[in-house]
Structures are given as structure tokens and as C-alpha cells.
């Protein structure tokens, strides 16, 4: 059985009737498999983590079809996957055994033998003549049970004589014996912790005195809602019986992310895991919400406007049955949260510690609270699961939620708690005009703004109603302002600042300036770039009369602007002046910033000489911060980083990358996150790391469409389209290149890779003429206002690449002396291996020159650590040396490629890697058949391909044989040439036969 089983799915319900075989297996000969409810599912879901119980589950259908009765218990909270299991071992025993099963509900607790209605009105439905010969007692307590209307009460069986009780016990076992097929009867009862005395007792009669055939009987049910008599009934089985329990765990983050599949960013599988707990139930109905907000303090609340009936309505039936007092104590416990204090609790409530401890008993009775700590003091208890949680909460009325907020807000004040721990019940209860409330959220937000960001805006919301004065709602907007930038909610933050400055006095220039530098950081991060400097430049009259802190910071945010809009002497200027302001407090946070700043503007002119000085200050800096320090800084560490991308300095921006990235997932800092992400893709796709880049695109994706940043989802397309290009080739990779580059408008630096990495595709697709459009709209673009030449060289040498292709040798000179001017200015090994490559296409294919250049740019190549490219170049070098018929060698080159490319996880380019040697197998001399003392024709070829330095395993892949072969080829060739060394026989062979036809 494998872990994951794709074509069994959940919601796949088995119709009454015969079940659709696996594939690969027959259907049912005879008899009926009847239907497991199911969870209803858009579309099949994986199977996936129970491998373990799969193969538990195989070996009781063997044993049952050799005649062992078995008793098989799957046990696991709800949700867990218990269905889905017996659903799993129905189709197992299908082919052979006959499938009966029966399901009671919590709703049907009155039915008298529920679980075993659907399969006696089945094997009724099959078999009418079952019931002749039936006392009449007997026979319409049997009509009864099928039809699901046997209710307790005195003509039920427990009223019977033990002797007629009996009797009908044995009819339903006959019934079970007539039913089964050669391998006997598979007996399914779900959710058997609702079942009826009746069930139980029926149930202990079969595991007692099990048919005469062979049998399994597999019941689910939830192991801390059972009763004691059904568990005291699963025990007491007869001796011959096999049982096994199977407990099912929530699944583990592999699991998940199975069942969600490649396609899922990471960090949507992984607030779905946290979410679900691994509860496949919750799992799947979650997974069905398109977008999740980013800014909820309570992710749980954002899933729940989508969660499917199938899902609520299970979880509020378990609350039907609770009494009145219980189910206060569970809804104002949901408003407190986990985990609960049940001594603020029974404040809360205004019941004595007695009554609230035993109706928390009560409710663990039924397992809708569980221990969630024991720390031998006090124990600690939680909801079974947050869903449920979140459920209770918003299924009680608003104005009950609003007492029990306000009563545990007296609670806490009355206990002297803080503004954090009071801050949840403040912002649900305040009513407006309560000052001292936005008072208090206003300070809790601020204690929280640097680790919690949305939930310090979620606060700062909830004040602004209160009222409070004018300087006290500026204070709230203003704090608001940055939160809202640190997680991304930019437009929000932008439609703020009209009211903020309507309430900001005229004698504030240095709060008016910080102010304003926070909306132009929104305006930058949205990517308008022109408006962020529209709005601080007429600001900068007001340096004079601000604080040295607020200048600087000021000037460095417009410097950031100014790079970004490649305005490169403009931005150093205004670096110098904030650097020349900066106070002595702040200075080493301001300097590490513009360092940042600076060389990323660098990296973006190939100014390699000022480059190193500002990496190497800003990458002290900030490797000499730990954690707590570094998380406002996220911004000028994800520029560091993009710096050391382009500047070839991959492991140290793969390291600022990964860490900033950790440190905006844990805080909440969403606005960074496309940067961050779509610095590690492009991280991994140069460095050749396909499968890490493909993740690290999608969840771009996902970072970008929550902060609505059409040209960053764009981006993140392109790199996804040359990841996939890598992979599964250029057809699968153009539909996503060119939506990337639809989706980026503005023609700026995002622009330019979005075309480039379409240019490359289509070159891929043999379609040079549109390569070179793209790549000349690339270069017209960017020679105005200026160069960004460290990535020049590269557009460059594809333009020469596909100049060749067309068969225009003119223009691929000319695009390839432009490509070696520029690697020359700033001296890079991947600038100066793509001028090579692009000289490479300029010399005639059976020029020396031309191999030279080619084997210059695979080893800068591979000393920059641009694993792809150097695998395409050296793809390219061999079929040159292919034509040049310099076979030895181009082999050598294959096995490399195939080598890199495997490691890389490119399978487009291994699969052209053996095309490749393919064709030098087809080009390698054929000898004659020889006689018994000389070599046969394939002694021949295997001495040939041994004589030019080629392994065992080189020569047996292009040959297509196994290693062993080659080994006993060669065996022969040593006793037949009487040698015992390789570089013997190839001395002998070339000694035999002349100079070899390649050399």
C-alpha cells in the first residue's frame, strides 16, 4: 500500500450498489458494498500520512479471508480521518468480501440498533426469504430495525426474555452468514460512540459468537466520548477473535502538505496546518477558502465565513445536548480563549468554584475540553480544537459576548493585569466615549507594534471609535499609519493621511515630516516610486526646524525612492546628507541603512569598487544584531540582500534572504515579504536549485496578490516560468512568462527581467525573431535614464544567441562586443562567462575559437555558481564538439551536464543531456563483425569508448547497457588483446586500429 493513494478520495461516495473498482483491480463479482458517508469534496484529495495503517489495515483483510475473525477498532477525535479509513479498507476488501456497513448519528440516538439498520435492510433487500420461518416477534422487530423505526421502549429487546433476545440475535448473525461471499463479509460501523444499548449488545453477541465465515468487523469511534459499556463490549470478545486498534493522530506538516500539494505557497499550507492541527476534516474544508487575510489577530476568524456546513453543522450538533448551564460555562470560556483559568472563569460566569468545576468535568465528559498542560499545580485546559472554539464564540449572541467581555475586562483590572492581557476585552466591549479604553489600546498596541503588528492594528481599529481628543485620535492614527505599513495594509494606510494632517498643528514640522515619511515608505512599497518623492520632496524646506532623527530619516526614505528610479547620484547625495544628520543615538541604525540602500544601487551600476566598502558596513551591521534589534529593519535587509544577489554573492544573500524572511513570518511583517520571497527564488533559480525556487515563486505570488501588487505578482510569474522552464521546458513555462509580463506595467527593473525571462523562452522555443524583439525593447528601455549593467551582460549574450539562431551574424557580433564592454566594466565571473558565450556565437562552427569560448564562459560559469546557465552552456559545447566530431570530448561535457542538471532538478535539461549522447552513440564508428580471436563489433566499441577515457557507467549509458555487461565486455577484451590495464588497451587499441576518427 503506498502513503498516498490519489484515486481514493473522501468525497467520492460509493453509490448503493457496486463500488467503483481501484484501478487495476476488478469489481465485485456478487453481493453489494454499501455506502460510507463521507465528507463532500469539491475534487479527489490525496491520502496521504497513514501508511502505518494502511498496512495494518492489509493485514486484517488477510487474515479475515483465511477464515480469522477479526475485530478492528479505529479510534481518533473527530474529523481525524476514521471514515475516511473505513472508506480506505472497503475498497481493500472489496473485491472478494462483501461490504455491509452502518452509521448512527448523534441526532438518532433513539433508534434502537441504528448501526445496523442499513445492512439488515440491505441483506432484507437481497435475501426476502430470510425472514420465513421467523416467529412473528422476531420477524417485525427485523422490519422495524431496517425501516430505522425500532425505538427504545417496552417492545424493544431489552424487555424480552433472555431466550427470545437470543433468537434475535442469531437471526442477525444467520443474516451476516447468508450474506457473505467466498471470502467472507466486511461489517463497517461508523461513529459507534453514539450508539444505543441495542448496538452494543448485538455488536458483543457477533464478537462473541462470531458466523460461521469469514468476518471483519471494523468500527470507528471517538475513544473519549465512548461509553464505558461499549468499551467494556470491544474487550470481551471470543478467543479465537484477532483484534487490532488503530488510534489515528492528527497528520504530520509532510502529510499536509501532500494533500495540499506543490501549487499551495508555503506559508498558506503552513497557516492551514497551524490552523487544522492536521485534522484532515478541517484540513480540506479550510484549504477551500481562496484568500486569507494577513492582518486577522485571530487567524482562526478568518476561515470561518468560508467553513462548509459539512464541517459546522457536525461541530454544533455536539452542543445540542448540553444543558443550559454547561453550555453558558462553554460560551464564555470561547470568549476568554485557551487556555481556560477556571478561576477567572468562574468569576466570569458568577458561579462558586464548585459549579464551574463541574460543569468543566461535564464538558470533558463529552470531549469538548481537554487538559492541555499538567504542570502539577494547577492543570491547564484548552478547547478540543480552535474551530471549535471560534464556532462556540460566534454562535452566541452579540450581547451576551459583550457582557462576558466587559465582566472579564472587571476581572483582570480588578487582578491588576496590564494593557496587553486587558487589550482583547477592552476592544470588544468599549463602548464610545470611553476614554480610558482608547487609552489603554492605544498603549498595548504600542507594547506589541514590533512583534504582533496586525494584532496592535486590530487594536488601534477598534480605539478609533471611542472618540477621545484631537491629540489623542492623531496619536491613534499615527500608530495606526505604521502598522498598517508593517503589514502591508498600503492603501489603508494611504487614505489616512488627509485626516492625519488635519489634525496635525501647524508647529510640528518634525511629527508632520515623520508622518509624511511613513506615507512615502507606503507610496515606495506600492511600487509608485514618483509619488513617494512627490510627497516628500516639498517636505525637505522643513529639515531646518525638525529633529536631527526625522530629517534623516526623511532623506534617507527619498534617497530609497531615488534609487529605485535608477536615479543613482541624486540618491548618494541625499544618503550623504541623512548620514551627515543622523544623531548619535541612531546613527548606527541610520548609517546600516543607507550602506543598504547604497549598495543596492551599486549592485544595480556593476560598481563593484563601492559596492564592497557598503555591503561589508551594512552586513556587519546587521549580522551583528540578533533577532529582537533586526526586526525593524527588514526593509534595508531585504535591499542587502537583493545587493549580494546581483553581485553574485549568492550564499550571503540566500543567508539575509532566509533570515528575514523567518523574522517577517514570525512578526507579522507582511509588506517585506515580496521582496524577501522573490529574493530567494531568484536566489535559487541562478544557483540552480529548480524545485526550491518553484516554492519560494508561489508563495511570491500569494505575498504579492494579498498586498494587491500587480507588478510583483508579475515577477513572481517570470520566475516561476524559468523555474518551470528548467523543468519541464519552455511550452509548459510561456503561459506563466507571459502573464508575468502582462502583469508588470511599469516599465522598470521588474519589467526588465519579466521580458528577459520571455525572451529566453522563446529562444528555447525556437523562436529567435521574438526573443530579439523582446530583448531590443529591453535595451532601448533601459539606456534612458541609465544602464542597470549588471544585468546587461546577460540580456546581451541572449540577444547573440538568438542573433545566431536567425542565421544575422552582423547583429550577433554587435550585441556580443556590447556584452564584453560591459562585463569588462565591472568584472563579475557570470558578466564576463556571458560576454564569452555571446563571442562564442560571432566564430564559425568549425572555428577553435568557438569551443575555447564556449569551454571559458562553463568554467566562469561554474565560479559564479550559475549552475543553469553553465548546464546550457555546456550542453552547447558538446553538440559544437558533436559537429566538430570530437566525440571524447563532447561526452565528457554530457555526463557533466546530466550530472549538474540532476543535482538541480532540471529535468527539461537532462532529458537534452541524453538526446545529446545519444546522438554520439549514433556517431561512433561501427566495426565489423570479427572472428572468435579478435574483438566482436561491441568489444569494438566498448575498447573505442575505453580508449578515449570514458567509465564503466558512462559507456554503459550510452550504450545503453548495464554496468555488469560493459564489466563482462571487458573481461573479454583483456583476454582476448591479453591486457589487463585500461590505459593498456587503449594504447593497444589505438595501435590496432589508427588514429581515432574524432581526434
Same mark, same amino acid.
Given at each position: 500500500?503506498?502513503?498516498?493513494?490519489?484515486?481514493?478520495?473522501?468525497?467520492? /461516495?460509493?453509490?448503493?450498489?457496486?463500488?467503483?473498482?481501484?484501478?487495476?483491480?476488478?469489481?465485485?463479482?456478487?453481493?453489494?458494498?454499501?455506502?460510507?458517508?463521507?465528507?463532500?469534496?469539491?475534487?479527489?484529495?490525496?491520502?496521504?500520512?497513514?501508511?502505518?495503517?494502511?498496512?495494518?489495515?492489509?493485514?486484517?483483510?488477510?487474515?479475515?479471508? /483465511?477464515?480469522?475473525?477479526?475485530?478492528? +477498532?479505529?479510534?481518533?477525535?473527530?474529523?481525524?480521518?476514521?471514515?475516511?479509513?473505513?472508506?480506505?479498507?472497503?475498497?481493500?476488501?472489496?473485491?472478494?468480501?462483501?461490504?455491509?456497513?452502518?452509521?448512527?448519528?448523534?441526532?438518532?440516538?433513539?433508534?434502537?440498533?441504528?448501526?445496523?439498520?442499513?445492512?439488515?435492510? +440491505?441483506?432484507?433487500?437481497?435475501?426476502?426469504?430470510?425472514?420465513?420461518?421467523?416467529?412473528?416477534?422476531?420477524?417485525?422487530?427485523?422490519?422495524?430495525?431496517?425501516?430505522?423505526?425500532?425505538?427504545?421502549?417496552?417492545?424493544?429487546?431489552?424487555?424480552?426474555?433472555?431466550?427470545?433476545?437470543?433468537?434475535?440475535?442469531?437471526?442477525?448473525?444467520?443474516?451476516?452468514?447468508?450474506?457473505?461471499?467466498?471470502?467472507?463479509?466486511?461489517?463497517?460501523?461508523?461513529?459507534?460512540? $453514539?450508539?444505543? #444499548?441495542?448496538?452494543?449488545?448485538?455488536?458483543?453477541?457477533?464478537?462473541?459468537?462470531?458466523?460461521?465465515?469469514?468476518?471483519?468487523?471494523?468500527?470507528?469511534?471517538?475513544?473519549?466520548?465512548?461509553?464505558?459499556?461499549?468499551?467494556?463490549?470491544?474487550?470481551?470478545?471470543?478467543?479465537?477473535?484477532?483484534?487490532?486498534?488503530?488510534?489515528?493522530? %492528527?497528520?504530520?506538516?509532510?502529510?499536509?502538505?501532500?494533500?495540499?500539494?506543490? #501549487?499551495?505557497?508555503?506559508?498558506?499550507?503552513?497557516?492551514?496546518?497551524?490552523?487544522?492541527?492536521?485534522?484532515?476534516?478541517?484540513?480540506?474544508?479550510?484549504?477551500?477558502?481562496?484568500?486569507?487575510?494577513?492582518?486577522?489577530?485571530?487567524?482562526?476568524?478568518?476561515?470561518?465565513?468560508?467553513?462548509?456546513?459539512?464541517?459546522?453543522?457536525?461541530?454544533?450538533?455536539?452542543?445540542? %445536548?448540553?444543558?443550559?448551564?454547561?453550555?453558558?460555562? @462553554?460560551?464564555?470560556?470561547?470568549?476568554?480563549?485557551?487556555?481556560?483559568?477556571?478561576?477567572?472563569?468562574?468569576?466570569?460566569?458568577?458561579?462558586?468554584?464548585?459549579?464551574?468545576?463541574?460543569?468543566?468535568?461535564?464538558?470533558?465528559?463529552?470531549?469538548?475540553?481537554?487538559?492541555?498542560?499538567?504542570?502539577?499545580?494547577?492543570?491547564?485546559?484548552?478547547?478540543?480544537?480552535?474551530?471549535?472554539?471560534?464556532?462556540?464564540?460566534?454562535?452566541?449572541?452579540?450581547?451576551?459576548?459583550?457582557?462576558?467581555?466587559?465582566?472579564? =475586562?472587571?476581572?483582570?483590572?480588578?487582578?491588576?493585569?496590564?494593557?496587553?492581557?486587558?487589550?482583547?476585552?477592552?476592544?470588544?466591549?468599549?463602548?464610545?466615549?470611553?476614554?480610558?479604553?482608547?487609552?489603554?489600546?492605544?498603549?498595548?498596541?504600542?507594547?506589541?507594534?514590533?512583534?504582533? %503588528?496586525?494584532?496592535?492594528?486590530?487594536?488601534?481599529?477598534?480605539?478609533?471609535?471611542?472618540?477621545?481628543?484631537?491629540?489623542?485620535?492623531?496619536?491613534?492614527? +499615527?500608530? @495606526?499609519?505604521?502598522?498598517?505599513?508593517?503589514?502591508?495594509?498600503?492603501?489603508?494606510?494611504?487614505?489616512?493621511?488627509?485626516?492625519?494632517?488635519?489634525?496635525?498643528?501647524?508647529?510640528?514640522?518634525?511629527?508632520?515630516?515623520?508622518?509624511?515619511?511613513?506615507?512615502?515608505?507606503?507610496?515606495?512599497?506600492?511600487?509608485?516610486?514618483?509619488?513617494?518623492?512627490?510627497?516628500?520632496?516639498?517636505?525637505?524646506?522643513?529639515?531646518?526646524?525638525?529633529?536631527?532623527?526625522?530629517?534623516?530619516?526623511?532623506?534617507?526614505?527619498?534617497?530609497?525612492?531615488?534609487?529605485?528610479?535608477?536615479?543613482?547620484?541624486?540618491?548618494?547625495?541625499?544618503?550623504?546628507?541623512?548620514?551627515?544628520?543622523?544623531?548619535?543615538?541612531?546613527?548606527?541604525?541610520?548609517?546600516?541603512?543607507?550602506?543598504?540602500?547604497?549598495?543596492?544601487?551599486?549592485?544595480?551600476?556593476?560598481?563593484?569598487?563601492?559596492?564592497?566598502?557598503?555591503?561589508?558596513?551594512?552586513?556587519?551591521?546587521?549580522?551583528?544584531?540578533?533577532?529582537?534589534?533586526?526586526?525593524?529593519?527588514?526593509?534595508?535587509?531585504?535591499?542587502?540582500? $537583493?545587493?549580494?544577489?546581483?553581485?553574485?554573492?549568492?550564499?550571503?544573500?540566500?543567508?539575509?534572504?532566509?533570515?528575514?524572511?523567518?523574522?517577517?513570518?514570525?512578526?507579522?511583517?507582511?509588506?517585506?515579504?515580496?521582496?524577501?520571497?522573490?529574493?530567494?527564488?531568484?536566489?535559487?533559480?541562478?544557483?540552480?536549485?529548480?524545485?526550491?525556487?518553484?516554492?519560494?515563486?508561489?508563495?511570491?505570488?500569494?505575498?504579492?496578490?494579498?498586498?494587491?501588487?500587480?507588478?510583483?505578482?508579475?515577477?513572481?510569474?517570470?520566475?516561476?516560468?524559468?523555474?518551470?522552464?528548467?523543468? =519541464?521546458?519552455?511550452?509548459?513555462?510561456?503561459?506563466?512568462?507571459?502573464?508575468?509580463?502582462?502583469?508588470?506595467?511599469?516599465?522598470?527593473?521588474?519589467?526588465?527581467?519579466?521580458?528577459?525571462?520571455?525572451?529566453?523562452?522563446?529562444?528555447?522555443?525556437?523562436?529567435?525573431?521574438?526573443?530579439?524583439?523582446?530583448?531590443?525593447?529591453?535595451?532601448?528601455?533601459?539606456?534612458?535614464?541609465?544602464?542597470?549593467?549588471?544585468?546587461?551582460?546577460? $540580456?546581451?549574450?541572449?540577444?547573440?544567441?538568438?542573433?545566431?539562431?536567425?542565421?544575422?551574424?552582423?547583429?550577433?557580433?554587435? $550585441?556580443?562586443?556590447?556584452?564584453?564592454?560591459?562585463?569588462?566594466?565591472?568584472?563579475?565571473?557570470?558578466?564576463?562567462?556571458?560576454?564569452?558565450?555571446?563571442?562564442?556565437?560571432?566564430?564559425?562552427?568549425?572555428?577553435?575559437?568557438?569551443?575555447? /569560448?564556449?569551454?571559458?564562459?562553463?568554467?566562469?560559469?561554474?565560479?559564479?555558481?550559475?549552475? @543553469?546557465?553553465?548546464?546550457?552552456?555546456?550542453?552547447?559545447?558538446?553538440?559544437?564538439?558533436?559537429?566538430?566530431?570530437?566525440?571524447?570530448?563532447?561526452?565528457?561535457?554530457? +555526463?557533466?551536464?546530466?550530472?549538474?542538471?540532476?543535482?538541480?532538478?532540471?529535468?527539461?535539461?537532462?532529458?537534452?543531456?541524453?538526446?545529446?549522447?545519444?546522438?554520439?552513440?549514433?556517431?561512433?564508428?561501427?566495426?565489423?563483425?570479427?572472428?572468435?580471436?579478435?574483438?566482436?563489433?561491441?568489444?569494438?566499441?566498448?575498447?573505442?569508448?575505453?580508449?578515449?577515457?570514458?567509465?564503466?557507467?558512462?559507456?554503459?549509458?550510452?550504450?545503453?547497457?548495464?554496468?555488469?555487461?560493459?564489466?563482462?565486455?571487458?573481461?573479454?577484451?583483456?583476454?582476448?588483446?591479453?591486457?589487463?590495464?585500461?590505459?593498456?588497451?587503449?594504447?593497444?587499441?589505438?595501435?590496432?586500429?589508427?588514429?581515432? %576518427?574524432?581526434?
Amino acid at each position: 500500500m503506498t502513503a498516498v493513494r490519489e484515486d481514493r478520495a473522501l468525497g467520492r /461516495r460509493l453509490s448503493p450498489g457496486r463500488a467503483p473498482s481501484p484501478p487495476g483491480r476488478a469489481g465485485p463479482r456478487s453481493g453489494r458494498i454499501l455506502s460510507l458517508p463521507a465528507v463532500s469534496l469539491p475534487h479527489p484529495a490525496p491520502f496521504a500520512g497513514r501508511g502505518r495503517e494502511m498496512a495494518r489495515l492489509d493485514a486484517a483483510v488477510t487474515a479475515g479471508r /483465511r477464515g480469522t475473525p477479526v475485530l478492528l +477498532e479505529i479510534v481518533g477525535d473527530p474529523g481525524v480521518g476514521k471514515t475516511r479509513l473505513l472508506s480506505e479498507l472497503a475498497l481493500t476488501a472489496g473485491d472478494t468480501m462483501n461490504v455491509l456497513s452502518g452509521r448512527v448519528s448523534g441526532f438518532e440516538r433513539e433508534q434502537a440498533f441504528g448501526v445496523f439498520a442499513e445492512p439488515v435492510r +440491505e441483506i432484507l433487500r437481497a435475501r426476502p426469504s430470510l425472514v420465513r420461518g421467523l416467529d412473528d416477534r422476531t420477524r417485525a422487530l427485523l422490519e422495524a430495525v431496517g425501516s430505522g423505526l425500532a425505538l427504545r421502549g417496552r417492545k424493544s429487546p431489552y424487555a424480552l426474555p433472555d431466550a427470545e433476545r437470543f433468537e434475535f440475535f442469531e437471526t442477525v448473525t444467520r443474516m451476516v452468514e447468508h450474506a457473505a461471499r467466498p471470502e467472507g463479509v466486511l461489517l463497517c460501523l461508523d461513529d459507534l460512540h $453514539w450508539a444505543d #444499548d441495542g448496538t452494543i449488545a448485538l455488536l458483543h453477541h457477533l464478537i462473541r459468537h462470531p458466523p460461521a465465515v469469514p468476518l471483519i468487523v471494523a468500527c470507528s469511534y471517538r475513544p473519549r466520548q465512548a461509553s464505558a459499556r461499549l468499551t467494556a463490549c470491544l474487550r470481551d470478545t471470543a478467543n479465537a477473535i484477532r483484534a487490532d486498534r488503530i488510534e489515528l493522530s %492528527p497528520l504530520d506538516r509532510n502529510a499536509v502538505d501532500q494533500i495540499l500539494g506543490p #501549487d499551495v505557497a508555503i506559508d498558506r499550507r503552513a497557516r492551514l496546518y497551524r490552523t487544522s492541527g492536521g485534522n484532515p476534516r478541517y484540513l480540506e474544508a479550510l484549504s477551500r477558502v481562496r484568500r486569507l487575510s494577513p492582518d486577522s489577530p485571530d487567524a482562526v476568524g478568518t476561515f470561518l465565513d468560508g467553513m462548509p456546513d459539512s464541517v459546522r453543522s457536525p461541530l454544533l450538533g455536539e452542543l445540542v %445536548p448540553l444543558e443550559p448551564d454547561h453550555r453558558e460555562v @462553554l460560551r464564555v470560556a470561547a470568549a476568554l480563549g485557551d487556555p481556560i483559568d477556571p478561576v477567572l472563569l468562574a468569576e466570569v460566569t458568577g458561579k462558586d468554584a464548585s459549579a464551574t468545576m463541574a460543569a468543566l468535568d461535564a464538558l470533558a465528559g463529552r470531549d469538548l475540553i481537554r487538559p492541555a498542560s499538567r504542570d502539577g499545580i494547577r492543570p491547564s485546559l484548552c478547547f478540543r480544537h480552535p474551530l471549535l472554539r471560534q464556532l462556540v464564540y460566534e454562535e452566541t449572541a452579540m450581547g451576551a459576548r459583550l457582557a462576558v467581555h466587559r465582566r472579564a =475586562d472587571l476581572a483582570l483590572r480588578r487582578r491588576g493585569a496590564g494593557p496587553v492581557e486587558r487589550a482583547p476585552h477592552v476592544a470588544r466591549s468599549a463602548q464610545r466615549g470611553d476614554t480610558a479604553a482608547l487609552r489603554l489600546l492605544a498603549e498595548a498596541a504600542g507594547q506589541i507594534m514590533r512583534t504582533a %503588528p496586525a494584532t496592535a492594528a486590530a487594536w488601534l481599529r477598534a480605539a478609533l471609535p471611542l472618540g477621545g481628543d484631537r491629540s489623542t485620535r492623531l496619536d491613534v492614527l +499615527e500608530a @495606526l499609519s505604521r502598522a498598517l505599513v508593517m503589514t502591508g495594509r498600503l492603501e489603508e494606510c494611504r487614505r489616512l493621511l488627509p485626516e492625519i494632517l488635519s489634525l496635525l498643528d501647524a508647529d510640528r514640522p518634525d511629527r508632520r515630516l515623520e508622518i509624511i515619511t511613513v506615507h512615502a515608505a507606503a507610496a515606495r512599497l506600492l511600487g509608485d516610486y514618483r509619488g513617494a518623492c512627490a510627497i516628500l520632496g516639498p517636505e525637505l524646506s522643513a529639515l531646518k526646524n525638525a529633529r536631527a532623527s526625522a530629517g534623516s530619516r526623511a532623506l534617507l526614505e527619498l534617497a530609497v525612492a531615488k534609487m529605485m528610479q535608477r536615479r543613482y547620484d541624486e540618491c548618494r547625495e541625499l544618503v550623504g546628507e541623512a548620514a551627515e544628520r543622523a544623531p548619535a543615538g541612531s546613527a548606527g541604525d541610520l548609517l546600516a541603512a543607507a550602506a543598504a540602500c547604497l549598495a543596492l544601487g551599486a549592485a544595480y551600476r556593476g560598481d563593484r569598487h563601492s559596492f564592497a566598502e557598503h555591503v561589508r558596513h551594512a552586513a556587519t551591521a546587521y549580522d551583528t544584531m540578533d533577532d529582537p534589534d533586526l526586526m525593524p529593519h527588514l526593509d534595508p535587509l531585504s535591499q542587502l540582500a $537583493w545587493a549580494e544577489a546581483l553581485a553574485e554573492r549568492h550564499q550571503d544573500a540566500l543567508r539575509h534572504f532566509t533570515r528575514g524572511l523567518a523574522l517577517a513570518r514570525l512578526t507579522g511583517q507582511h509588506v517585506v515579504m515580496p521582496y524577501l520571497l522573490l529574493g530567494l527564488a531568484y536566489v535559487h533559480i541562478t544557483t540552480g536549485r529548480v524545485d526550491e525556487a518553484l516554492r519560494a515563486a508561489v508563495d511570491a505570488e500569494e505575498a504579492a496578490s494579498l498586498l494587491s501588487r500587480s507588478d510583483m505578482l508579475g515577477f513572481a510569474l517570470a520566475l516561476r516560468g524559468w523555474a518551470t522552464a528548467m523543468r =519541464d521546458g519552455p511550452e509548459a513555462a510561456a503561459p506563466l512568462a507571459e502573464r508575468g509580463l502582462r502583469h508588470v506595467n511599469a516599465r522598470g527593473l521588474l519589467w526588465e527581467v519579466a521580458s528577459g525571462v520571455l525572451a529566453h523562452i522563446r529562444l528555447a522555443q525556437r523562436r529567435p525573431d521574438d526573443c530579439l524583439g523582446l530583448l531590443r525593447s529591453v535595451d532601448a528601455h533601459i539606456r534612458h535614464p541609465s544602464p542597470v549593467s549588471s544585468l546587461r551582460p546577460m $540580456w546581451h549574450c541572449l540577444a547573440a544567441l538568438a542573433a545566431e539562431a536567425a542565421d544575422r551574424p552582423g547583429e550577433a557580433r554587435l $550585441w556580443a562586443e556590447r556584452a564584453g564592454r560591459e562585463a569588462a566594466a565591472h568584472g563579475l565571473d557570470g558578466a564576463i562567462a556571458f560576454a564569452a558565450l555571446a563571442r562564442a556565437q560571432t566564430c564559425a562552427p568549425q572555428d577553435r575559437g568557438r569551443i575555447e /569560448r564556449l569551454g571559458e564562459a562553463a568554467e566562469k560559469l561554474s565560479a559564479s555558481g550559475l549552475a @543553469l546557465v553553465e548546464c546550457s552552456t555546456r550542453l552547447l559545447l558538446a553538440r559544437n564538439l558533436i559537429t566538430l566530431r570530437r566525440l571524447g570530448e563532447a561526452a565528457v561535457e554530457v +555526463e557533466r551536464v546530466k550530472t549538474l542538471a540532476n543535482a538541480c532538478g532540471a529535468r527539461f535539461l537532462y532529458t537534452k543531456a541524453v538526446n545529446a549522447q545519444r546522438r554520439i552513440g549514433a556517431s561512433q564508428p561501427r566495426r565489423p563483425t570479427a572472428t572468435d580471436s579478435t574483438l566482436t563489433r561491441r568489444e569494438s566499441e566498448i575498447a573505442q569508448l575505453v580508449s578515449l577515457g570514458m567509465s564503466n557507467q558512462a559507456i554503459a549509458t550510452m550504450l545503453h547497457l548495464s554496468v555488469k555487461t560493459v564489466e563482462a565486455h571487458l573481461t573479454k577484451i583483456y583476454r582476448k588483446l591479453r591486457t589487463r590495464s585500461r590505459p593498456a588497451l587503449a594504447a593497444m587499441f589505438t595501435a590496432r586500429h589508427g588514429e581515432h %576518427p574524432d581526434r
